[in-house]
Every structure is written in C-alpha cells, then in structure tokens.
C-alpha cells in the first residue's frame, strides 16, 4: 500500500491565487461581455527592458556555436551573475558579501518553500499575519504544524498580528519560536521596516539562537534611500539571517524566473548533540542536490540589469510603478476607503466597506466593477477584513479600474 503525505490534507481548499483565477474564468464566462481588469496577483505587465532582451539575445547566438555553448552551469550560479549582485546590491550599501555565499535560483516562491528543509521538523515557524501564503503552507505541507482551527490558524505555528496599530510590522514573538519569516517591503500590507525595527528583530534571533528569512523580493521599489534595503546592513544580522531576493518585479522576470538566497558563512545552526553547523553548507548541498542551476541565457539576462542601460530602463519601469499606486492610493481614498501601502511597494492594503468580508468584497468588486484584487482572509486571519490590489498594470487600465471603483463604491 501507497500511502500519501497526509500534511497536504492539512492545507485549506486551494492555494489564494488559483482560488482567484477559478472564480474570474467562471465570472468571465457567465459575462463575456465584462471588460475585467487584473489587479489581484502581483504579476507585471511591461515588457522586459532592452537591456535585458538584448543580453538573452546575444547569449542564445553564442549558445549556436561550438565555442560559445554552454551545458550544465554551477549550480550555485555564474560568477558574472554574482559578481554583479555583491556589487550593486550590496558593496553600494556597504555590505560584505562572498561569492559562495549566493546562490542563484529561478525564483523567491521557490527559495520560500525550499529553504524550510534545511532545518528541523520540529523547529517552530514564527510569522506575520497576515503573510504570504507560502512561507506558512510550505511548512504545513512539510509536517511543521497540526491541524487549523476555527480561525484559520494552524497549530504549532507562531502568528504575529500586523495591525493597524502596530503599522502592519509586528514585534519578535516572546514565545519560542526558532525561525521566523519577514518581508520588507511588506507583501500583502506594503509596510517597510526602519532600521531600527530590524535592530529588535536581529536582537531577537541572536539572543534566542533564531534564524531570520528575510524576503526583500520588493526591495527595488522602496522610495527613501534612509529604509534599509538589506537586513545585512544591520550589525550581527550575519549570524541570523539568510536574504531572498529576486529579479521578477525588479526587472520584470516573472516569466524568465530568477532570484537569488543570500546565506552567510557564519551562520550556524545546531544539531541535537550540539554541534554547530553551517547552512551555507547544508543549503549548498541541498541546492547541488536538487537544482540544476539557472539557464545561461537568464543569468546573462539578469547581469544586464546591472549595466548602467540596465539600471536606468529597469528603475524606469518600478517608477511607472510606483506612479500606478500613487494613482490608485489617492483615487481609493477619494472613494472614502481606508488605505495602506503603496509608498515603498507596489501593492495597496485597504479596509474592506461596510464591515463585509473579503471575499465578499471581492465578488462584489469583480461583479460591480469588473476589477480584480485579493481578499486579505487568503493570507491569514488578520487578513480579514481587508483587501490587497496591485498596481502592476498599464496607466490606462488603472485609471479605468480607479473610475469603475469611484462610480461602484464612492461614497
């Protein structure tokens, strides 16, 4: 007899994103007629910049010839790739960071789920709430919870409320927990973590023997260069933190997949006799084990984006960004909602009307103003009652989405 992982069983109906694709197509087809506008899952819309595409072109033609191909990469990435990466992203912020501590990967969603084998099955996850779905259902999946209660949260897991009181960023937990997961800027809420908020983290998994996954996935979009863009700018957070970070919103690669984990040397974790160890090692060997590396033509093409043609087109592109959420946080606020977000990340966090629920919400935006967003219940308990919309998409669409918004629900 096959028996099944019963952890999956655990996990509630569907993941939140293809819930909200399987309610669109059965709008969608019960109103043809229906103009929808997506701004629900954080996906871009503008083309890659030239930059880019030219590198992945110039990189297939020397893929053509004998002298120029190239077959299985190092798993752990190009060092031109890397190179560029400690540069940019790092030397520029005054961060030390060593070529065999990056490993490029094709993308943070996977890094999120993947990252959680390299410690324990009984080590206790910590996070915010609400959070994005993969951080808490990678562990579900992996055996690292019981079961989820009534209020949708699962047991053995430490939830942190991000409220309206606590500016969405939560403090460290005062239960034990042994790692935890933050993002910054924040996906769903849009918050962005100061210095010193980072300080109390770090403070934290160095007093408690903690590891910290930081998810700066959205860092490229942060506005004020005083915000910290790496939790490595903070002292100590070498011994507690490992950084993920990727290339789908900073440069458009959602459909070209790459990213990269940072994990310093000195970070150690410990086995049950007490020995300490390396992730570096225990993630290079799992990488090697399990991952074949990122295509030649990609990590040309996310080299490009460090050239200075590079930065100018990619920074660009977030700017028209940036400029949709300035739009739509001014236009929902001049609707009468309550709005969140949208200063240093491409994503609004706004209060749900009339005290409904979000996925209420949600069917009344998709049947009322033919809009697409995401209920905030689908990252967590604390999620509910309000409700996220991106501002990846063009100018025009999210001035019609904001005029549809305005006419359906002003108040």
């Known amino acids: ?15 939140l994103f293809p819930e909200i694709g399987r309610r669109v197509r059965v709008f969608a ?26 590198a992945m072109v110039q990189a297939a033609q020397e893929m053509g010839s004998r002298s120029g191909f190239h077959g299985y990469g190092p798993e752990q990435g190009y060092d031109f790739l890397i190179d560029a990466i400690r540069k940019h992203d790092y030397a ?46 990678s562990n579900v999946m ?19 409320p991000a409220t309206e009181e606590n500016g969405f960023l939560p403090n460290p937990p005062t239960e034990k927990a042994d790692f935890a997961f933050l993002c910054s800027p924040s996906n769903p809420t849009g918050a962005v973590a100061t210095k010193a908020y980072l300080q109390k983290w770090v403070a934290w ?38 950084e993920l970070r990727s290339f789908s919103k900073r440069a458009g690669f959602t459909g070209v997949r790459c990213a990269f984990v940072v994990i310093p040397k000195t970070l150690t974790g410990k086995t049950k006799n007490g020995a300490r160890v390396s992730f570096n090692a225990l993630w290079n060997r799992r990488h090697c084990t399990k991952f074949n590396g990122v295509s030649y033509l990609v990590q040309r093409g996310a080299e490009a ?8 087109q990619t920074e660009e592109q977030i700017a028209f960004y940036m400029e949709n959420a300035r739009l739509l946080r001014e236009g929902l606020a001049a609707a009468g909602f309550r709005v969140f977000g949208g200063e240093h990340a491409p994503y609004l966090w706004m209060h749900t009307p009339y005290g409904v629920s979000s996925w209420d919400f949600f069917n009344d935006l998709l049947a009322k ?16 009652g309000y409700f996220r919309l991106s501002a990846f998409n063009s100018r025009e669409n999210v001035l019609e989405a904001i005029a549809r918004i305005q006419r359906s629900f002003g108040r």
């Open 369 to 384: 103003a033919h809009v697409v967003g995401t209920p905030g219940a689908g990252f967590g308990p604390s999620g509910e």
């Open 92 to 137: 520029a912020r005054g961060v030390e960071i060593e070529r065999d501590e990056i490993f490029v990967s094709d993308g943070s969603k996977c890094d999120s789920g993947n990252l959680q084998e390299i410690f324990a099955s009984d080590a206790i996850l910590c996070v915010a709430d609400p959070v994005y779905p993969v951080y808490v259902d």
């Open 142 to 160: 992996a055996g690292r919870s019981g079961t989820i209660d009534a209020n949708g949260r699962y047991a053995g897991i430490v939830y942190l």
């Open 1 to 15: 007899m096959t028996y099944i992982n019963e952890n999956f069983q655990k996990l509630q109906a569907g993941y």
């Open 305 to 312: 984006v460090y050239t200075q043609e590079g930065l100018a």
């Open 205 to 242: 998994a160095r007093k408690n023997d903690a590891v910290i996954l930081f998810d700066a996935a959205y860092e490229a979009f942060i506005r004020n260069p005083e915000l910290p863009r790496s939790i490595y700018e903070i002292e100590g957070a070498k011994e507690c933190a490992i």
């Open 29 to 54: 087809q019960e109103n043809p007629q229906a103009a929808i506008i997506r701004l629900g899952i954080g996906d871009v819309t503008e083309p890659l910049a030239p930059a880019i595409t030219r």
